[in-house]
Every structure is written in C-alpha cells, then in structure tokens.
C-alpha cells in the first residue's frame, strides 16, 4: 500500500468519447445504448474507466480504437466534468475527448458488437446524464476552431474538391456558407493545394481537385476563413 495520500477519499475516473462522424455532408455523433446499471438502455457516449497503469489520453485512445477500429485517430480533449451528483452510480469525474472520422472508414461491424448508431446533429435523442453537455461543448470548440486550425481534412479523402470542402465546413457550423466567398478565402491559403487531377465522379463537369499540404501549414503564418 502507497504511503503516502493514506486517508483521502479515492474517486473514479472515466474518459468519455465524442465521435463526430461526417456522411451525406452532414455531421453524426456515434452513440449507443447503455448495457448496465444505472442507465440501462439510455442513450450515451462510449466510455471507459481509466486503468491503474493509463494515462488519460492512452485511456482515451484504447476507448476509441475498441469503438471505432481506427488507430491514430485525431483527438483532443475537450474538458472534464466532475458535478458531484453527476452519476448516481459511484463518484465519477469524466474526462471527455473529441475525435473526427469520415463515417466510410469506420468498421461497421463494430456497430452491431456493441449496440452503436450514427445519429445525425439535429435528430439527437436524449443522452445519459450530462452526456449532451460534453457533446455541446466539443462542438462548440470545433465551430471556433475549424477557420483557424486545419480540422476539416481530418474528414475528407486525400484529394477533395472545393465544393466538398465547404460541405464540411458546413456541417460543422450548422450554417450555409457563401459559395462565392468562401473559395475567395480558400484560394488565399498556401497549404490548400490545387492540383492537376479532375474530378469526374462527383462532378459532372468535372471540378479541380486540391490537397492539405501539412509541411506548407506548419510553415505558413496561421489563416482565419472567418
């Protein structure tokens, strides 16, 4: 037994995670039902306690890849929630993580595993406990930092068209955006690449195609498409 902090009071630490899934141009959150007390049957994120021999973030990690199937997803984290009568079954003080997947890479036999749907944004059902206060404010922090931060080709194939773009920034914002303006912006942006190829699936008339080009962003002073 550890010598020292004998006496304090130990509390239960969980990492819950937002999955925002992009399909259709329109932003989903991965959610499922719950499988045991308390809460049986709600609506909720996925989570999992924190192991004696995790960090948070290898904890949030493991959460990820056992309900998603993807390595090396992107994450940040989005803030802890501890309101002491938060989960009436123990105290627990929850760490939330947000991640971003394009719903086609997710492995959708996960899906029937573990009792998991992709809900659209606006279609959302009620969640567990303070489940739709994180997701709240992950998409709050996304909304801020999308015209800033390169987050929106965490959802799109190597090589996108514009209009393909704009969808995403979209779906994000929960808002229309400016055709016309919006390109003006993007064609000020050195680390968004045109390149030669042509799309001809998604295009009739076929559209440039363009790329992130992560060594120019590193490099170039940061870009608001505010």
Known sequence: MNKFYQGAEKLLVSVDCIIFGFQDNKLKLLIGKRKGEPG???WSLYGGFVRADEN?????????????GIDNIYMQQVGAFGKIDRDPGD???????C???NVGDYDASLMDRYGLMWAELDRLPPLYGDHI???????????????VKPLSFKLL???FTLTQLQHVHEAVLGEDID???????IKQIDYIEKTELIDKLTSKRGAALY????????????FNLK
């Open 40 to 42: 049986v049957g709600e």
């Open 179 to 185: 055709k016309r303006n919006f390109r003006k912006r």
């Open 157 to 159: 194939p190597d090589l």
């Open 99 to 101: 991640a971003l997947i």
């Open 91 to 97: 105290r627990v003080i929850s760490v939330a993580y």
């Open 56 to 68: 948070l973030k290898d904890a949030a990690n493991r959460v990820l890849y056992e309900c998603t």
């Open 133 to 147: 206060e994180m997701v709240q404010k992950a998409l709050n922090q996304l909304r801020e930092q999308i015209s």
């Open 211 to 222: 790329r992130f080009n992560l060594k120019a962003y590193r490099e170039a002073p940061k």
